[in-house]
């Protein structure tokens, strides 16, 4: 009788097993899952991997790898429990220490490998690769000034609450401003980030590389306010987790044709195709769903279309017609290979 080497197995997408070696609770709804790999997992400060979900691997998500390679003792994730969410619950409830997870290789661009002066906005768990990157440039690049806001609704939700106090306080060139909507405590700031604050407190914006993190609507409107104070779009990064949204039109419907077999499907105009696909079981993996780990590509041989990500796609990808499907708006009617 053969018997699997595991109990649970690797996938196409995810393919290096850990071990949880503890769980900590940052904050009543975070917790940090510490994990041992037994072989070279090579990342960058700032990346993601996707995570397969439950023993079955059918179901994968991102999640920011909070820690810091070459700093921390082990690869990290950080995970913020979401209710009716598919992976945070499992993560966050279920897993614990000695469980194994499958992950995925690094990805992402959401890194630095510049000399300029940071300027990094978080909101929420969008801190966890702000954290990430703010340890590799303090050990490595003490020259680096290095100025984060981080955003949070009450002290209680601050996550790496004492690690942010002891970074602040061993390195004079990190300027730390913690953001709080409400009960305030003494050294953090009462209210949400604005225009005029990072007008008062980042005089130097323009010779700055900004990082930006968070909800959608955060990083749109804090992208908009640095834009107005000097910073130029090539200075502007974003980390990308939402897709974005699109307006859906029930009353008109467009013609998605399948080729292998040939089979023609009603949808709404404005629907992405991976929403139309997965409505009419057509096969597709979506992980991220947000545009940049690249699991849902798709090859769209004519249609009317518009992408809002391409990441991880070459041009030679593109010139052939592959999309992410995820971030993939469908206009008119179209014809999958």
């Not at 930006?212 to 992208?223: E, K, N, T, V, W």
């Not at 992410?324 to 708006?329: E, G, M």
Request: charged content about 15%; some cysteine; hydrophobic content about 40%.
């Amino acid at each position: 009788m053969n018997f699997p080497l595991f109990p649970d197995q690797p996938t196409a997408l995810c393919q290096n097993r850990m071990q949880v070696y503890s769980v900590t609770q940052e904050t009543p709804d975070v917790r940090t899952l510490s994990l041992i790999n037994h072989d070279v997992y090579s990342y960058r400060p700032g990346q993601f991997a996707l995570v397969n979900i439950g023993q079955s691997g059918d179901v994968q998500r991102a999640y920011t790898l909070s820690s810091t390679p070459g700093n921390s003792r082990f690869i990290q994730l950080t995970v913020r429990r979401i209710g009716g969410g598919v992976g945070s619950p499992w993560l966050t409830q279920q897993v614990k220490a000695g469980d194994y997870l499958w992950l995925s290789d690094a990805l992402g661009e959401f890194t630095c490998d510049t000399p300029q002066p940071l300027l990094l906005l978080a909101a929420g768990c969008g801190v966890t690769p702000v954290m990430s990157i703010t340890r590799d440039i303090l050990a490595h690049h003490p020259a680096q000034s290095v100025q984060v806001f981080y955003s949070v609704r009450s002290p209680q939700d601050i996550i790496f609450a004492e690690e942010w106090q002891q970074l602040a306080a061993a390195y004079p060139q990190l300027n730390l401003i913690l953001l709080v909507e409400q009960d305030a405590k003494p050294g953090q700031i009462a209210g949400r980030l604005s225009q005029d604050l990072l007008q008062s407190q980042v005089p130097d914006i323009r010779e700055r590389r900004v990082m930006i993190c968070g909800p959608a609507p955060y990083m749109q409107l804090a992208g908009e306010w640095v834009k107005q104070l000097g910073a130029t779009a090539e200075n502007i990064v974003k980390e990308q987790f939402q897709a974005q949204q699109t307006e859906v039109s029930a009353d008109q419907q467009l013609t998605l044709t399948h080729l292998t077999p040939l089979q023609n499907y009603r949808v709404p105009v404005g629907t992405t195709l991976l929403a139309a696909m997965e409505q009419h079981s057509l096969p597709v993996t979506a992980a991220c769903r947000a545009g940049v780990c690249g699991s849902c590509k798709t090859r769209i041989l004519s249609g009317d279309y518009q992408t809002t990500s391409r990441m991880t796609l070459t041009d030679e990808e593109v010139a052939q017609g592959y999309v992410l499907a995820c971030s993939c708006q469908l206009q008119g009617d179209v014809t999958l290979a």
